[in-house]
């Protein structure tokens, strides 16, 4: 499975961006599909997930201000992100995680830095 993130940059305190996340070869239609985050000097953490069934999951420092959706068909998962704060500052990866009875898939894309500035 490749994983191929888009959309970050750099934005002002207060300001909105968009992540996205195309999933492309051997895909499961029964994964999950999220986004994870590093700060400098931190662990990485889990900003934001969702399930093809449609169920999610939120870090509580970005509920109500980040939307976590995705395109089954497209295989692509999104991450919109408003009222963005100094501290949502880092690298972002996208994640692809499958378990079967056999198997168990975890990818990880190449990651996007977002920056957001006081």
């Known amino acids: 499975v490749q994983l191929q993130a888009s959309g970050g940059g750099l934005v002002q305190a207060g300001g909105s961006l968009r992540l996205s996340c195309a999933a492309s070869g051997s895909i499961f239609s029964i994964n999950v599909m999220g986004w994870y985050r590093q700060a400098p000097g931190k662990q990485r953490e889990l900003v934001a997930r969702?399930?093809?069934?449609?169920?999610?999951d939120y870090a509580d420092s970005v509920k109500g201000r980040f939307t976590i959706s995705r395109d089954n068909v497209k295989n692509t998962v999104y991450l919109q992100m408003n009222s963005l704060k100094p501290e949502d500052t880092g690298i972002y990866f996208c994640?692809?995680?499958?378990?079967?009875?056999?198997?168990?898939?975890?990818?990880w894309g190449q990651g996007t830095e977002v920056t957001v500035s006081s």
């Open positions: 994640n692809y995680y499958y378990r079967g009875r056999v198997r168990e898939d975890d990818y």
């Open positions: 969702m399930a093809n069934s449609g169920n999610t």
